[in-house]
């Protein structure tokens, strides 16, 4: 059965890429309910942009968060105000479109999630910051050995799921490790989950919010592996981490 979708964009500092982005969900949705801009006070003024934007087309929403900033928080706060009967989230700096958006679609309707995968059989990595690619990978065998999920690409972010499930599942984290949260959560509470191969590129335009910062890099890394273990620990109480 067919269902309205709603999409979630989080951004901030993505002035390069929003317009791009919501003209080819815009064309490639069939079912859009709403483009869910959610906006971390961008420094670039891309919650401006999207203000102008949304002025012309009514399916176009933006949430402007002033003191806020995160990336879990701003997919959560776009989730809760959404109306679809499924949400689908994913960066603004997403440049495998229009081809996986169709592949992802085209499944979610035989699956509670579907995840775009770089580990699926037909994905890939072709971002050219190799040192990111490589640790992607290792982090992923890691984090599947010990959380023995079915699911191979835990960070992905790329995510079509049916509504009912954040009646039992939010989303919460520091930063891209919430999809780790949330994709071990739903595989253990029985949810159907698919992924779909798709080969990742590097941002087109603008920067990477961790590219060229070690610092940064190796402390999210950090995050991530901790994640993997609190989830393993605490496996029957996930309220509790």
Known sequence: ????????????????????????????????????????????????????????????????RINKKGLPEA???????????????????????????????????????????????????????????MASRLFNKLAKFILRTEVRDLTSGYIVAKREIFDRINISGIYGEYCVRFLYEAERKNFKIKEVPYVCLSKQKGNSKTAGNIFLFIKYCLIYILTVFKLKLFKNAPEHY
């Open 1 to 64: 059965m067919d269902e309205n979708i709603s999409v979630v964009i989080p951004t901030y500092n993505e002035r390069d890429n929003i317009e791009d982005i919501i003209g080819i969900i815009s064309k490639e949705v069939r079912l859009l309910e709403e483009i869910i801009i959610v906006d971390d006070n961008s420094a670039d003024m891309t919650w401006q942009l999207v203000d102008k934007m949304a002025r012309d087309n009514p399916k176009i929403k933006l949430i402007r």
């Open 75 to 133: 997919i959560w706060e776009g989730i809760l105000a959404s109306k679809g009967k499924r949400v689908l989230w994913l960066d603004a700096d997403f440049f495998a479109l229009p081809f996986t958006l169709t592949k992802l679609l085209e499944r979610s309707s035989d699956y509670d999630i579907t995840v775009a995968s770089r580990y699926a059989d037909g994905g890939g990595d072709e971002r050219k910051e190799r040192i990111r690619v």
